[in-house]
């Protein structure tokens, strides 16, 4: 009671004049202040799913364990949405109204396993997963800012309902594209997001749209020094497939990036491998610049298949779009995060942040962010482009979307690293966890309590757009990945 009494003061003091003007701050006091009160028991939820990582579509303890805690506090809860049983949409309603939403995730990375604020490597489990890309942080973070919404919502009478839909496996973009797929996003107003980073900003920039496919090769065995005439080796067309991609990339825009892994390719040298299989991603700034490269990658590997002599097959595994960047969302997350401030950072963390800084390639003199980026906002033809990709792009085309970050880890590291899961499972993160569950309240807050912000995004959305409609790259006739059989297995 002390924390809301207290910031009401200072939110009437910042917005005196009329009682219009004065209602949303006064409703994001009551928000922010529940959140306070109930901070403790957001970083608990964070740290146990830090606790259990666990890799894409295997994500059972995190979802349920993200699922429970929105649950006890009043959501209800749909689970096994668009067929994937980790994926579920938690929704409080305060009767008619708009809808608004927030994007969860959970899964973690095979191989990170790290102890948690330690500036050194050790490992928990070796070889097993860890969230190096906090995802930890930002399920929670995304529960948490519906949670100041809802509380919110019910001590000033605000109409409205908001969701925070539980994402599975964004590492291998599956999650929000199945669930696209299957019209769940469908009837949101406005979504809003956000991802653990180093810095403290509107994420104004969009991702490069992708495709994850896979292709196999058939052959057939046969000594490879005894009768090697007899033999069609698989791993020789996913060989001549991979030189011929490289060829290819020297003919490709700038901006594409293609890459690979064999992920099969025998078993020993003296048996001719009848089977062999390559993994790809490919990527470029625009649905429309992806498309055609794909398709020159698949018709290399039928060019291969015909110079070996053997069968190929693809599986396709997910495509995802770059992300529709929103003007007023970004104006109105840059507002919110100038009135919430970045996190507060303690003697502690900041010696923490410098150790951990010595493993970098290029540490910075300063380790932890405690300024606010600028905003800029640009036209699409010169928009900035982050290198990798991520399934919010598909949430994009359906209903208007804005995000930020916040700093969670230290800065001069890379992504996907043992640095970001010591971090994610720290003070730090926590930190920085927090500071974006409140902007992102106070954004949707905002959106909830003034229709021409609703308006103004919508707006924005459908010019963006350019009078294209949203169609998932996704057949219908293609199930979750987890769910498909084996390759090989009886049809």
Known sequence: MKNLIVLSIVFSMLTAGSAAAARPDRNKAAAWSWQESARE???????????????????????????????????????????????????????????????????????????????????????QPGHGC??????????????????????????????????????????????????????????????????????????????????????????????????????DAVELMDAGVNFMREHIIDEARVHYVITSGGGAPNVVPDRAEVWYYVRARRTEEQKPILEWVRQIAGAAAVMTRTTGEEELLSTCREVLLNDPLAQLLQENLQQVGPPVFDAQDWEFARKLSENFAKPDSVPLDTTITKLEIVPPDKWRWESGSTDDGDVSWIVPYGRITTACSAKGGTGHSWQVVTCAGSAVGFKGMLAASKVLAGAGIDL???????????????????????????????????LRKPAGAAK
Not at 171 to 187: I, P
Not at 217 to 230: L, N, S
Not at 459 to 477: A, F, N, Q
């Open 448 to 482: 909830l309590t003034q229709p021409k912000l609703r308006q103004a995004a919508r707006e924005d959305y459908i010019k963006k757009l350019e009078g294209k409609t949203y169609e998932c790259g996704v057949p219908d006739s293609l199930p979750p990945p987890s």
């Open 134 to 235: 906090g995802h930890d942080l930002l399920g929670t973070g995304s529960a948490f800012a519906a949670l100041g919404v809802k509380e919110a919502m019910l001590l000033n009478k605000i109409p409205g309902t908001v969701k925070v839909f539980g994402c599975p496996a964004e590492e291998t973009l599956v999650g929000k594209v199945y669930m696209a797929r299957a019209g769940v996003f469908g009837g949101v107003d406005v979504m809003l997001g956000w991802h653990p980073g180093s810095e403290n900003a509107v994420t104004f920039a969009s991702s490069l749209a992708m495709t994850s496919i896979k292709f196999r090769f058939h052959g057939k065995t046969a000594h490879a020094a005894g009768d090697p005439q007899d033999g069609r080796s698989a791993l």
């Open 41 to 127: 028991e957001a970083i608990a939820c964070a740290r146990d799913i830090w606790e259990h990582p666990e890799i894409g579509e295997q994500e059972f303890y995190s979802s349920k364990r993200l699922a429970d805690f929105l649950e006890s506090h009043g959501f209800t809860l749909q689970h096994g949405v668009a067929g994937l049983p980790t994926a579920w949409v938690a929704t409080f309603s305060n009767g008619e109204g708009p809808i608004l939403g927030y994007l969860a995730e959970f899964d973690a990375l095979p191989g990170l396993s790290q102890e948690a604020g330690s500036p050194v490597r050790k490992p928990l489990k070796e070889s």
